[in-house]
Nanobody
Framework: QVQLVESGGGLVQAGGSLRLSCAASGTIYSIDEMGWYRQAPGLQRELVAH????????YLDRVVKGRFTISRDNAKNTVYLQLNKLNPEDTAVYYC??????????????WGQGTQVTVSS
């Protein structure tokens, strides 16, 4: 059984920063890609960033614009998303995911429960 537990969301003023964390626990053989999606009210969920086990990163440039940084600690099975220069358009529920191998032969994606980020103007 695998769980992803997120933390770090909250209310922040425009221009502020937050750091989201997502820790995976349970029966984990290895973790491939980890990342973050977000979903604002009335909009589709969109991929914000992801990172491979080797540290290669991808960002949704039209959203991130150099303001967010994704990182991971493989020893802790944890992925982070540093959010800087936040604006009200970043208000959303942020979801982490991880592509986890629970054995050499079993692989699937797992999701966190979501953490609310609210940016006030």
């Amino acid at each position: 059984q695998v769980q992803l537990v997120e933390s770090g969301g909250g209310l922040v003023q425009a221009g502020g920063s937050l750091r989201l964390s997502c820790a995976a626990s349970g029966t984990i053989y290895s973790i491939d890609e980890m990342g973050w999606y977000r979903q604002a009210p009335g909009l589709q969920r969109e991929l914000v960033a992801h990172i491979t086990s080797g540290g290669s990163t991808y960002y949704l440039d039209r959203v991130v614009k150099g303001r967010f940084t994704i990182s991971r600690d493989n020893a802790k099975n944890t992925v982070y998303l540093q959010l800087n220069k936040l604006n009200p358009e970043d208000t959303a529920v942020y979801y982490c995911y991880a592509d986890i191998n629970t054995s050499p032969y079993v692989h699937r994606a797992y999701w966190g429960q979501g953490t609310q980020v609210t940016v006030s103007s």
